[in-house]
């Protein structure tokens, strides 16, 4: 999303937040408007979104205001959660969107919300606290350039995932097919569910293909047991379709044995991701790659 100001107050990369531990804070990931605990019941953001006084977001500076020409739905508010702990709750895109992802997000330890807005030092994330806000009184921002490759300074992969919940989901369509992908933590002591699914038509047959794991019932200290996963492909006229569970001769699944190593950054940020076998190191990943330009227009202000 263009408007930087969007990216900044909440101080954290939304992207690959999984994580763990047992907590009473499990929310309802069903992209609703909460009511700002800290604003009058007033979200800081509600643009592009059907609820009233969701106008268009703006992108501001210290000569000018304009509307910012991104007009995906945006929602963020400030929530007080289930375990007496503040949150920050950020919805990007509806569930009728191709993309729409919803995030909370517990607030760093050394937050402070003000009468005039939100001063956030940042949320249990990491990233350079650097970005220069405006507005009675001077607003402080995490990710002062949140698709920087260096995390230190963008905070991406830093978060302390036993502080998030989050619902992800990708549907895209054409006369060809559809494809749906869903990245769920619905809790915060356990680890997500991944779907996908396709069906897409060649020659006039249908080919569909379905792979889910569901690790949500193993915490983020179980690196030994494996999540169950179902895999199946189906063939138009049955011919060489595969289901795994049936049909694999032998099959090593090590899906969900993983565990995520608190590191030593504000709120055990930066921690490090152990695999039983092979894995992903998400400080290697090119974050700025995932930009699209067309989709991210430049907006040049005063």
């Not at 929530?79 to 995030?103: C, K, R």
């Not at 260096?150 to 919940?165: C, H, L, Q």
């Not at 379905?210 to 492909?233: C, E, K």
Request: glycine share 10%; with cysteine.
């Amino acid at each position: 999303m263009s408007n930087y100001k969007k990216a900044l107050t909440v101080g954290v990369s939304f992207y690959l937040l999984l994580g763990a531990s047992a907590s009473q804070a499990d929310f309802a990931l069903n992209w609703a408007i909460r009511g700002d605990a800290f604003g009058g019941g007033n979200p800081n953001y509600n643009c592009n979104r059907s609820e009233g006084g969701g106008d268009a977001c703006r992108i501001m500076s210290a000569q000018t205001t304009l509307n910012d020409p991104d007009k995906t739905p945006f929602l963020q508010e400030r929530i007080m959660g289930p375990d007496g702990q503040a949150y920050y709750h950020v919805v990007v895109g509806l569930p009728t969107s191709e993309f729409a992802q919803e995030t909370f997000i517990r607030a760093g330890s050394t937050v402070v919300w003000g009468t005039f807005g939100t001063r956030a030092v940042g949320s249990s994330s990491g990233g350079t606290i650097t970005f220069q806000g405006f507005g009675p009184p001077p607003q402080v921002f995490a990710n002062q350039k949140p698709l920087d490759p260096d995390e230190n300074i963008s905070g991406n992969s830093t978060a302390n995932p036993k502080r998030v919940e989050m619902r992800q989901v990708h549907n895209a369509s054409n006369d060809q097919g559809q494809f749906f992908q869903e990245f769920l933590k619905d809790s915060l002591g356990n680890k997500p569910q991944i779907t996908q699914s396709l069906a897409s038509t060649v020659a006039n047959a249908e080919i569909q293909a379905f792979f889910q794991t569901d690790m949500r019932g193993l915490n983020y200290d179980n690196m030994t047991t494996a999540a169950p996963v179902i895999n199946t492909m189906t063939l138009p006229g049955g011919a060489g379709s595969f289901n795994m569970a049936l049909d694999a001769q032998a099959s090593h699944v090590t899906s969900g044995q993983y565990r995520w190593v608190p590191g030593t950054g504000p709120d055990q940020t930066s921690g490090t991701w152990q695999y039983i076998s092979g894995g992903f190191d998400p400080y290697l990943e090119n974050w700025k790659a995932f930009r699209s330009p067309t989709q991210n227009p430049v907006v040049k202000i005063q």
